[in-house]
Antibody, heavy 116, light 111 residues
Framework: QVQLVQSGTEVKKPGASVKVSCKASGYTFPIYGISWVRQAPGHGLEWMGWVSAYNGNTNYVQKFKGRVTMTTDKSTSTAYMELRSLTADDTAVYYC?????????WGQGSLVIVSS | QPVLTQPPSVSGAPGQRVTISCTGGGSNIGAGHDVHWYQQLPGTAPKLLIYTNNNRPSGVPDRFSGSKSDTSASLAITGLQAEDEADYYCQSYESSVSGWVFGGGTKVTVL
């Protein structure tokens, strides 16, 4: 069965960086891209961008450009999302989702807390 | 502000039918892009409920149905059950960003 398993909770200070991982299993990894979606406490879902698991092409939402890097490692079927220059507004649960134009499968979420 | 507009909340008694609207514009739903729906229970990841406007993944009860017309879409829940109490999100594709856009979410309360 398809599974996406994400890394755990991270606590970071303002200005730091965080790298979240998303390990896929149960399907041929390069066939589908991975989208990253975040959800701030008490708020809705926000799409951050997409990375191709085939060739590493990316598409980032404008507000994150210059601050986010999404990558994949085909050898381990793992996707990564790194977010830099963190502020308190980046405190959220970050989800990866297998992208077919929609998210049929989601990771369990990774909580990132930014606090001094 | 979310690109797609949903009502913040809807409610209904057990057994009733409720609908959730999702209104977009000419660069997403109105451009012919499909609409997908997710259910999110507290503290859990979103779960796909409806894909490509009106298709249910395996395991999703047929009490859930979707429709799309022009620049909007709807999710209907018939025979409302206590376990349906959750947040529901619509999602489509936005041409201007070449990616996903979501509605702000609708909280369904079972009275």
């Amino acid at each position: 069965q398809v599974q996406l398993v994400q890394s755990g909770t991270e606590v970071k200070k303002p200005g730091a960086s965080v790298k979240v991982s998303c390990k896929a299993s149960g399907y041929t990894f390069p066939i589908y891209g991975i989208s990253w979606v975040r959800q701030a406490p008490g708020h809705g879902l926000e799409w951050m961008g997409w990375v191709s698991a085939y060739n590493g092409n990316t598409n980032y939402v404008q507000k994150f450009k210059g601050r986010v890097t999404m990558t994949t490692d085909k050898s381990t079927s793992t996707a990564y999302m790194e977010l830099r220059s963190l502020t308190a507004d980046d405190t959220a649960v970050y989800y990866c989702a297998r992208d077919s134009g929609w998210g049929a499968y989601w990771g369990q979420g990774s909580l990132v807390i930014v606090s001094s | 502000q979310p690109v797609l507009t949903q009502p913040p909340s809807v409610s209904g008694a057990p057994g009733q039918r409720v609908t959730i609207s999702c209104t977009g514009g000419g660069s997403n739903i109105g451009a012919g892009h499909d609409v997908h729906w997710y259910q999110q229970l507290p503290g859990t990841a979103p779960k796909l409920l409806i894909y490509t406007n009106n298709n249910r993944p395996s395991g999703v009860p047929d009490r859930f149905s979707g429709s799309k017309s022009d620049t909007s879409a709807s999710l209907a829940i018939t025979g409302l059950q206590a376990e349906d109490e959750a947040d529901y999100y619509c999602q489509s594709y936005e041409s201007s960003v070449s990616g996903w856009v979501f509605g702000g979410g609708t909280k369904v309360t079972v009275l």
